[in-house]
């Protein structure tokens, strides 16, 4: 919260593209969203591990209070982030925690209604900014201003199709030379389809889909052998790749409004590349541990 605020103050925080994002520290710019989002997860997995109890009892006071405190301070982040702004890492973060609440036995009725509040909060924050308004219906009609607010999509669309089967070749793209905004990051994946096709963006997603559900099985391990901060912690870093890889390649492929948010471990960005190789080094420590428990037990 201490970073979050403090890349808010003149002079600290560094604007780039409009986006207050950035605290400089010498010749390293230090993007604190992606640290934000590691810490988020650590504090959510741990909450569950010492709450997880009050969440899933059946007395509703208690059951609401536990469900309502996390939620609270997610806020603050939340709002933190939005005055930079940075709409995208907000909603990674808040699918995120929600996840990690969820696979943690919370009650399905408040949990519903806690989504409903939260996609409710979302469409008001993007129907009452005039930014994020005209990305949404650029999103719906990117063809309506292909040299305007629809640039972007259009471009990743041009790549993506001329991509086809098995691509131009890789380094053939012509779009991230040109024409295409953000190629090395935002945007890395509809260069990807141009240069290796249908066959290399099914690759890329089989890749992913792999890491998540690794994740996933480290989590369930730690679960069955009583480590609940180890399993909550799995799940969210197995979630937090997942939905972020599928925004990131959502929005080049234009089912989803642009958002400012990388591809997990392949775009250019070193806080994000940086960040992302530990919350897989923590991955391998939990793993590591669950290994030396079942050899202890053994």
């Known amino acids: 919260m201490g970073l979050l605020g403090l890349v808010l103050v003149p ?6 593209n409009g986006s207050m994002r950035w605290i400089a520290a010498g010749p390293v710019n230090i993007q604190v969203s992606e640290i934000a989002k590691l810490f988020v997860l650590i504090y959510v997995a741990d909450y569950l591990k010492r709450h997880g109890a009050d969440l899933r009892t059946g007395d509703l006071r208690t059951s609401v209070l536990a469900l309502l405190r996390p939620m609270a301070v997610l806020a603050v982040l939340a709002v ?33 209604t806690l989504q409903v509040g939260t996609a409710a909060a979302m469409a008001v924050l993007i129907l009452s900014s005039p930014y994020r308004r005209e990305r949404l219906f650029s999103f719906v009609n990117p063809w309506e201003d292909p040299f305007g607010g629809g640039f972007q999509l259009v471009q990743s669309l041009i790549a993506i199709g ?10 053939g793209s012509v779009q991230k030379l040109f024409y295409l905004p953000e190629a090395h990051t935002d945007f890395l994946f509809a260069v990807l389809a141009e240069e290796l096709g249908l066959a290399g963006i099914l690759t890329v997603l089989a890749l992913f889909m792999i890491l998540v559900w690794r994740a996933f099985v480290i989590a369930r391990r730690a679960e069955r052998l009583d480590m609940p901060f180890s399993a909550y912690l799995a799940y969210g870093i197995g979630l937090w790749f997942g939905i972020q890889a599928l925004f990131n390649m959502g929005v080049n492929m234009g089912v989803l409004p642009t958002k400012g948010l990388t591809l997990p471990l392949m775009s250019y960005g070193g806080s994000s590349v940086v960040v992302m190789c530990m919350a897989l080094a923590l991955l391998l420590r939990i793993d590591i541990e669950i290994r030396a428990m079942r050899i202890r037990k053994e």
């Open 80 to 112: 933190l982030l939005l005055l930079e702004p940075d709409f995208g890492s907000v909603v990674v973060l808040m699918a995120t925690a929600l996840g990690m609440v969820f696979l943690a036995g919370v009650n399905l009725w408040q949990f519903g």
């Open 11 to 16: 002079g600290v925080g560094r604007e780039v």
């Open 162 to 171: 001329r991509g086809e089967l098995f691509g131009v070749g890789l380094g």
